[in-house]
């Protein structure tokens, strides 16, 4: 199970979308290089990428010298309201990125296998280019009802992958149920941080099955040799954690 988890408590679901932001920001300020962001699906990480495009947060941002990937995609076409990068380019990679630096899991592709392997092939190449891990300086993740992070749904193939950075997931264990394609867990790993967004009381069940250990995807994704960081509200916040205040 992962180790040196650190939960950080924020009043709300607006409070939390600002201490996100920071967060994001800072990532970005402290990369020597140019940096690259690994963005997530979700309503909570969605109020995040609004927040980026408004005008108080969008200058704080050096545009150019940030890259944008994706754990994890719907195998469907970016219009589709289902789509996780389609969401993040409406909320605010249209408006803020140039398009060289934003990096999409190709959906067109033929199946999410092959789009894995494309995606895989392009993450590489950049990672090469880097010269040295890790691969991102911040991975954004959820967490599903059922322990799912990315596309990683407990008890299945692609949960326990260790050699490829991102496979095809013909079916999800939650709706919607339509193919994906995910980054695998030493793929997301590859981060100097991992920062989980959850909110809400529907998240407070699952959170207290993963902080107490379970055998769920969620439970074992962290930052291989950064920090793995849980930025949770007060109503997702399950009794008796160990856990900072913000």
């Known amino acids: 199970?992962?180790?040196?988890?650190?939960?950080?408590?924020?009043?709300?679901?607006?409070?939390?979308?600002?201490?996100?932001?920071?967060?994001?920001?800072?990532?970005?300020?402290?990369?020597?290089?140019?940096?690259?962001?690994?963005?997530?699906?979700?309503?909570?990480?969605k109020r995040l990428y609004e927040l980026l495009a408004t005008s108080s947060w969008r200058g704080r941002i050096p545009w150019p010298r940030v890259h944008w990937f994706i754990?994890?995609?719907?195998?469907?076409?970016?219009?589709?309201?289902?789509?996780?990068?389609?969401?993040?380019?409406?909320?605010?990679?249209?408006?803020?990125?140039p398009a060289q630096n934003v990096h999409p899991i190709r959906t067109d592709a033929a199946s999410p296998d092959e789009a894995a392997r494309l995606y895989e092939a392009e993450l590489r190449t950049f990672a090469a280019s880097r010269g040295h891990p890790p691969l991102f300086d911040l991975t954004l993740l959820g967490v599903g009802p059922d322990g799912h992070?990315?596309?990683?749904?407990?008890?299945?193939?692609?949960?326990?992958?260790?050699?490829?950075?991102?496979?095809?997931?013909?079916?999800?264990?939650?709706?919607?149920?339509?193919?994906?394609?995910?980054?695998?867990?030493?793929?997301?790993?590859?981060?100097?941080?991992?920062?989980?967004?959850?909110?809400?009381h529907d998240k407070k069940e699952?959170?207290?099955?993963?902080f107490s250990g379970e055998d769920l995807p969620a439970s074992h994704a962290h930052a291989n040799k950064?920090?793995?960081?849980?930025?949770i509200d007060e109503a997702a916040a399950p009794p008796d954690i160990p856990r900072s205040f913000s």
């Not at 699952?206 to 993963?210: A, H, K, P």
């Open 1 to 45: 199970m992962t180790t040196g988890r650190h939960v950080i408590v924020i009043r709300d679901a607006p409070t939390l979308a600002e201490a996100a932001a920071q967060r994001v920001v800072d990532a970005i300020k402290s990369s020597e290089r140019a940096a690259a962001i690994c963005l997530t699906g979700g309503s909570t990480p």
């Open 206 to 210: 699952i959170l207290s099955r993963v």
């Open 149 to 200: 992070v990315a596309s990683l749904f407990p008890g299945y193939p692609a949960a326990r992958e260790v050699k490829p950075w991102a496979v095809g997931v013909p079916q999800a264990h939650v709706a919607p149920f339509v193919p994906r394609v995910s980054l695998t867990l030493p793929c997301l790993g590859d981060t100097k941080e991992m920062l989980f967004l959850a909110a809400g």
């Open 71 to 97: 754990g994890d995609d719907r195998f469907v076409p970016f219009n589709d309201p289902l789509s996780n990068f389609g969401m993040a380019q409406r909320a605010f990679l249209d408006s803020c990125a």
């Open 226 to 231: 950064g920090e793995t960081v849980w930025l």
